[in-house]
């Protein structure tokens, strides 16, 4: 984290990686800005033009931060870099808020906006799992149903998965039902014709061999595997984990999708590359409009 040693440092990591605007244009004259240094504002430099002869003369400036990922953020580059890196390694977020000294609910924000990267970089996989030869565990878990003292009952969220064996690539999606209507949609979406499915024996997956795909399913009432050795661990172990990873407090219902985002993207890239691909995904998201 040399980067964050000083404010030129961060600056030219965070140009070099594209997350901040190289050039930009006067709003006046069209002109290339210059970036000059600046006392006033937190971030040490802003870009200005300054045409002080003429009929046009004009003096603009504009934050470096502009049309950037930084925009939104109440914190300082390093700051916000160093939030970024931790959240990617998985620090908690309770000692990035004592390392940064942060407000709770700046915290949080910041998070929901990382958790957001997420999401919109998963959207953009629209990529098939499966395919001849390859098997695919699928299945649907409610999570957060809790039965709280009084014996009240709070409603959990259906989640249903896929997972392709030997190799990272998966998708999750919350859903309303577990239905075969709102199940085969996914399916015939996201997972290629002539993969083997492997499922439970739910009545939803019953007409997978009419729509293309092997089908094999483990009847887990009397078996682990079936009769030709297949099973659904992977994909059960997957949700293990995802329930050991949700927040356990006020878990509201329309951020399940960027959580499982956090999640599936976690599950997708190692410790070593999370920070770096994240940057990138970044970067992508912003590059549309820098
Ligand atoms: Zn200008």
């Known amino acids: 984290m040399n ?16 997350l901040i605007t190289l050039e930009r244009s006067c709003p006046v004259c069209d002109d290339d800005m210059r970036l000059t240094e600046t006392r006033d504002r937190y971030d040490g430099l802003k870009w200005t033009c300054k045409k002080r002869k003429g ?24 700051e916000t870099v160093k939030f970024t890196y931790w959240w990617c390694m998985g620090i908690s977020q309770k000692l990035i808020i004592q390392q940064l000294q942060l407000s709770d609910h700046t915290s949080v924000d910041w998070a929901m906006f990382c958790r957001e990267v997420c999401l919109e970089s998963l959207n953009n996989q629209q990529n098939q799992l499966g395919g001849p030869g390859k098997f695919v565990e699928i299945d649907e878990c409610k999570i957060g149903k809790r ?45 290629a014709p002539e993969t083997t499915i492997i499922s439970d024996c739910w009545k939803s997956y019953s007409n997978l061999s009419k729509h293309g795909y092997q089908h094999e399913t483990v009847n ?21 984990h995802l ?18 985002a956090e999640f599936l993207y976690r599950y997708q890239h190692t410790d070593e590359e999370m920070f770096l691909s994240f940057i990138d995904d970044v970067a992508k998201m912003y590059n549309k409009t820098l």
């Open 147 to 191: 039965k709280y003292n009084r014996g009240h009952i709070v409603e959990g969220q259906w989640v249903f998965g896929g997972i392709e064996r030997d190799s990272r690539r998966s998708f999750l999606f919350a859903v309303e039902d577990r239905s075969e209507k709102t199940l085969l949609r996914l399916i015939l979406q996201r997972i």
């Open 243 to 260: 329930k050991a990873s949700l927040p356990q407090y006020s878990r509201k219902k329309e951020h399940y999708e960027s959580y499982l």
């Open 3 to 18: 980067i964050l040693s000083n404010k030129e440092g961060t600056l030219d990591w965070l140009r070099e990686k594209k």
């Open 220 to 240: 887990h009432s009397v078996e682990f595997k079936n009769a030709n050795g297949y099973h659904t661990n992977t994909i059960e172990g997957h949700w293990r």
């Open 55 to 78: 009929v046009d003369r004009h003096s603009k400036e504009c934050s470096i931060r502009k049309d950037s990922w930084f925009e939104n953020s109440n914190l300082s580059l390093p």
